[in-house]
C-alpha cells in the first residue's frame, strides 16, 4: 500500500468530513487521482475523481455537496464533503492511476488504491 487516506469518522446528517490521501513514498508522476466508496454488501463506486489537469467528475449523488481538489506538489488529493447524509456512509478508498514512482528497489507503475476509511453518518 502506499497511499494513505485519512479523515473519517463519525458524523451526524448535515455534517461535514475533510478527506486526504496522500502517497508514503515519493512519487514520480500521476495522472487522475480520486475517491471511491463501498457500502456493506454493495459494489464499489466512483464519488469523484480529478485529472492532473484540475478536471474534476463528480458522482451525481453528491454533485454540490462533496468538493475534490488536489496539491500536486505534494501529490495529495482531498475531498470535502458537506451536508452529509446516512447514504453517505461507507469505506471511503483513494486511487491514483497512471501512478509511477522508485522506492528503494521496488518500481511502481499503474493504478492503485490506498486501504480506505469509514465514513459512518448518523440520522
Known amino acids: 500500500v502506499i497511499l494513505e487516506e485519512s479523515g473519517g469518522g463519525l458524523v451526524q446528517a448535515g455534517g461535514s468530513l475533510r478527506l486526504s490521501c496522500t502517497p508514503i513514498?515519493?512519487?514520480?508522476?500521476?495522472?487522475?487521482m480520486g475517491w471511491y466508496r463501498q457500502a456493506p454488501g454493495e459494489p464499489r463506486e466512483l464519488v469523484a475523481t480529478?485529472?492532473?489537469?484540475?478536471?474534476?467528475n463528480y458522482a451525481d449523488s453528491v454533485k454540490g455537496r462533496f468538493t475534490i481538489s488536489r496539491d500536486n506538489a505534494k501529490d495529495t488529493v482531498y475531498l470535502q464533503m458537506n451536508d452529509l447524509k446516512p447514504e453517505d456512509t461507507g469505506l471511503y478508498f483513494c486511487?491514483?492511476?497512471?501512478?509511477?514512482?522508485?522506492?528503494?528497489?521496488?518500481?511502481?507503475?499503474?493504478?492503485?488504491w490506498g486501504q480506505g476509511t469509514q465514513v459512518t453518518v448518523s440520522s
Open positions: 480529478m485529472s492532473r489537469s484540475n478536471r474534476a
Open positions: 513514498i515519493k512519487i514520480l508522476s500521476v495522472d487522475t
Open positions: 486511487r491514483a492511476e497512471g501512478l509511477t514512482a522508485v522506492d528503494r528497489d521496488t518500481y511502481y507503475d499503474g493504478d492503485y
